[in-house]
C-alpha cells in the first residue's frame, strides 16, 4: 500500500491476518484477481481518455454512449473491488451531502407526482403543463421535469461524472499512475492540435477530412481539431496544455550525459522528452491562440495569474521567485501574441446574442425558482422565453451557471456552488500553507487546468461537452491526489476512509454496483432505440415509398426500448404525414393516414408539451385530416403553438394561414 494512504488520515490500517480454514494459495489468487481488476480500470480509464477528443468530442449520442458505458463497466468493476479490499477513499467528505441531494433532485424531477401537488411545489410548471397539453389532457401524474427523458439522460452522464472522480481519486494515487493519466490527455491534446493543423493546411470540409457532423460548418474548424466548435477545442486544451508542461517540467535528470546534442538525439533521454514534451505545448498553445476562442484563451491567462499569484504568496527562496517571475514574463508574452487577434473576439463576445440569452435564461429561472425546469430540459424550456430573433435555436445558454440555475433552481444551485467552493478551497489552500507538496508541477498545472474550465464556463457550454466533462472529472482527481502533502498532519477535512466496520461499506459498494448495471442497461436501451432510429431513416432514403412499413415498425421498437422519447413518436407521426401526402387512394385513405399522424403527434405532446413544433404538426394535421370538425382544437394547438415558441417566424406563417384558410380568405394549404 501506497504512503499516501498512510498520511491521507489517522485512522489505522486493518492488519491482514491469513483467516483459519483458507486455502494456502487463496490470498495469492486474490492478489491476482485484484491486480487484474487494477489494471482493467487503469486501461479502460486511459483508452476513454484517448477515445472521447477523437471522436469529435463524444457530442454524437453513439460516442457519448459508449463513453458513459465505459464509465459505468470501471465503476461496477471498482466497486466489486471495493468490497472485496475493505475501504474506501471518499475525497472531500463535507461536499457530498450536497452532492447526493443533487442526484436526488435529478432523480425527483423524474417522478410522476399528481397536478395538485405540482401546483404547490412549482406551480409555474403546473401552470405549464396544463396550458401546454393543448387537446391531450392535461390531468393526472406529471413530473417536475418539463421532458423526463432528458432529465435522466443528463442524470446518467451526472454519475458517470462522479464515478469517474471517486475512481480516479481512489486507484490512481502514485506518481507512475498520476502521470500516465497526464501524458495520455497531453498525446490526445497534442494529436487534436496536430489534426486541426493538418485540416487548416489541406482546407478539409470535414472532420478528419471526410466527416461531415450535423454540428460543424465549413471553414469555421480549421483550428478545432477533431471537436466541432473552436470552443469545445479550446476547453480541451486549457487542461491539456498546463499538464503538458508539467510533464516536461517533471522529468527526471538521471542518465545525464556531458554531450547536449547525445543527449538530444537519445529518444530515451529525459532531456530530449523534456523537448519533446515542450514543443508539443507550444503547438498546442499556439492552435489555441489561433482557434479564435476568446473564452478558451481569457480563462487559461486568468487561471494562470491565479495560480502564480497564489504561487506568490508561499514562495520564500530567490530561486523560486525567480522561476515566478519568468511565469510572469511568460503569461505577458502570452497575452501581448494574443491580444490583437482575441480582444475583437472578447469585444463581439461581450456585445453578442449571448447577454439577451443570459437575461431570458434568468428569466426563466426566475418563473422556477425552487427546484427549475429539470436537468438537461433547459433547451425544451427556453423558447418560451427567448427574444432574441432570427431563428437561432438554443440548445445551451452558453453559461453553464445560468443554465444549471434554470435546470436545477436554487436548490441544485446551491449544492453545486458549494461543492464547487470546496473543491476549489481546499487545493488553494494548500496550495498557500503546505511548504512542499507530493507533486508539485503536476498539482500546479492540474489546479490551473480546473480553474480555467470553470471561468470558461461562464461563457460557453463545456461541461455539456463529453470529453471535455469527464477528462475535467479526471484531472480534478489529479489535483487531489497530486497535492496531498507529506506531512502526517493533513487535514482532516480532506478525505476520510470507510472501513469494514460494519454493513455501510458493502451495503453501499451494492447500491453503487446496481445503480451502474441499471443505468448501464438504460443506456443500452436508449441507444439500441436510436440505431432503430437512424435503420427507418435509412430504410426511407433507400427505399422512399416502400420503406415507409419497415420503419414504421423500426420507430415501434425503438418506442419500445425508449417509451420516454418524444421523438420516435413524432418520426411516426412524420411518416404517416408523408403516406397522407401521396396517397393515391382517394379521401377516405389519406384521411386515415392523417388521423394516425394526429394520434402519433398526440403521443408525442404528451411526452414533450413544450414542444412548439409537435403542436404545430398535431394542429396541421388535425386541420387538413379533419377539417370541419376539429377547428377549436386547431385554433388551440396553433396558438400553443406560437406561444411556446412566439420569435419563430415560420410557427407565426403556418398560424396566418391557418386563420385564412378558417375565415375563407385562401383555399387549403
Not at 152 to 167: P, Q
Not at 501 to 522: D, E, F, N, T, W
Request: hydrophobic share 50%; glycine share 8%; proline share 4%.
Amino acid at each position: 500500500m501506497s504512503h499516501v494512504y498512510a498520511h491521507a488520515s489517522k485512522m489505522p490500517l486493518k492488519s491482514v491476518r491469513p483467516e483459519e480454514g483458507r486455502k494456502p494459495n487463496e490470498g495469492k489468487r486474490r492478489k491476482i484477481e485484484s491486480d487484474l481488476r487494477d489494471q482493467f480500470i487503469i486501461k479502460g480509464v486511459v483508452g476513454l481518455l484517448i477515445f472521447m477528443p477523437l471522436a469529435l468530442g463524444a457530442v454524437h449520442s453513439w460516442s457519448s454512449s459508449l463513453a458513459e458505458l465505459a464509465v459505468f463497466l470501471c465503476a461496477t468493476v471498482f466497486a466489486v473491488k471495493t468490497l472485496e479490499k475493505g475501504y474506501f477513499v471518499l475525497p472531500l467528505p463535507a461536499a457530498w451531502p450536497f452532492i447526493c441531494l443533487l442526484l436526488l433532485l435529478a432523480l425527483v424531477q423524474t417522478f410522476p407526482a399528481p397536478l395538485r401537488l405540482l401546483e404547490i411545489v412549482s406551480p409555474a410548471t403546473a401552470f405549464l403543463r396544463r396550458t401546454a397539453s393543448g387537446s391531450v389532457a392535461a390531468e393526472g401524474f406529471r413530473t417536475l421535469s418539463l421532458y423526463p427523458c432528458a432529465t435522466v439522460g443528463a442524470f446518467s452522464k451526472l454519475a458517470a461524472f462522479m464515478a469517474l472522480f471517486l475512481i480516479v481519486v481512489n486507484l490512481f494515487r502514485t506518481e507512475g499512475e498520476l502521470k500516465k493519466l497526464a501524458l495520455a490527455i497531453a498525446c490526445v491534446g497534442f494529436a487534436v492540435a496536430f489534426i486541426g493543423l493538418l485540416q487548416q493546411r489541406a482546407n478539409a470540409e470535414g472532420i478528419y477530412g471526410f466527416w461531415r457532423s450535423r454540428y460543424w460548418k465549413v471553414g469555421q474548424g480549421s483550428f478545432c481539431g477533431t471537436f466541432v466548435n473552436k470552443n469545445h477545442f479550446a476547453g480541451y486544451m486549457e487542461m491539456a496544455i498546463p499538464l503538458t508542461i508539467a510533464l516536461a517540467v517533471r522529468q527526471s535528470r538521471r542518465g545525464r550525459s556531458k554531450d547536449l546534442f547525445r543527449r538530444l538525439a537519445d529518444a530515451d533521454s529525459p532531456i530530449f522528452q523534456r523537448f519533446f514534451l515542450l514543443f508539443c505545448a507550444s503547438i498546442m498553445l499556439w492552435t489555441l491562440f489561433r482557434s479564435g476562442s476568446a473564452g478558451g484563451i481569457t480563462s487559461l491567462i486568468a487561471a494562470s495569474f491565479i495560480v502564480l499569484v497564489t504561487l506568490a504568496i508561499r514562495i520564500v527562496s530567490g530561486r523560486r521567485r525567480l522561476f515566478l517571475l519568468a511565469s510572469f514574463l511568460l503569461v505577458c508574452i502570452g497575452v501581448s501574441m494574443g491580444a490583437n487577434s482575441v480582444s475583437p473576439h472578447i469585444l463581439s463576445m461581450v456585445d453578442s446574442a449571448r447577454l439577451h440569452v443570459w437575461r431570458d435564461s434568468l428569466r426563466m429561472a426566475l418563473e422556477f425558482p425552487w427546484f427549475g425546469v429539470g436537468l438537461g430540459a433547459y433547451r425544451y424550456g427556453f423558447p418560451i422565453y427567448q427574444t432574441l430573433e432570427g431563428g437561432i435555436f438554443y440548445n445551451h445558454a452558453h453559461n453553464d451557471y445560468v443554465e444549471f440555475l434554470a435546470e436545477t433552481g436554487l436548490v441544485g444551485s446551491a449544492c453545486m456552488f458549494v461543492t464547487l467552493l470546496a473543491f476549489v478551497a481546499v487545493p488553494i489552500h494548500w496550495l498557500i500553507k503546505r511548504q512542499r507538496l507530493q507533486f508539485g508541477p503536476l498539482a500546479i498545472a492540474s489546479l490551473i487546468g480546473v480553474l480555467s474550465l470553470l471561468l470558461h464556463a461562464i461563457v460557453d457550454f463545456n461541461f455539456h461537452i463529453t470529453a471535455n466533462a469527464l477528462t475535467f472529472a479526471v484531472v480534478a482527481g489529479i489535483t487531489l491526489n497530486s497535492m496531498l502533502p507529506y506531512y502526517t498532519s493533513a487535514p482532516r477535512f480532506h478525505e476520510i476512509r470507510i472501513l469494514p466496520s460494519g454493513r455501510s461499506l458493502k451495503y453501499g459498494c451494492a447500491g453503487a454496483a446496481s445503480l451502474c448495471v441499471l443505468l448501464s442497461l438504460a443506456t443500452i436501451s436508449a441507444s439500441a432505440a436510436s440505431i432503430h432510429c437512424l435503420l427507418a431513416e435509412s430504410s426511407i432514403k433507400k427505399d422512399g415509398a416502400r420503406g415507409w412499413e419497415i420503419a414504421l415498425r423500426r420507430l415501434k421498437a425503438a418506442r419500445v426500448l425508449d417509451p420516454i422519447n418524444s421523438e420516435y413518436a413524432y418520426a411516426r407521426g412524420r411518416i404517416c404525414e408523408e403516406r397522407a401526402g401521396r396517397s393515391d387512394r382517394g379521401e377516405a385513405q389519406r384521411t386515415f393516414f392523417f388521423e394516425q399522424a394526429a394520434s402519433e403527434y398526440a403521443s408525442a405532446v404528451r411526452l414533450e408539451p413544450t414542444n412548439a413544433l409537435y403542436h404545430l404538426s398535431l394542429g396541421y394535421a388535425l386541420a387538413v385530416g379533419r377539417p370541419a370538425s376539429a377547428t377549436d382544437a386547431t385554433d388551440r394547438e396553433f396558438r400553443l403553438a406560437r406561444l411556446l415558441y412566439p420569435s419563430r417566424v415560420d410557427i407565426e406563417q403556418y398560424v396566418t394561414r391557418w386563420q385564412q384558410v378558417r375565415d375563407g380568405v385562401a383555399e387549403g394549404w
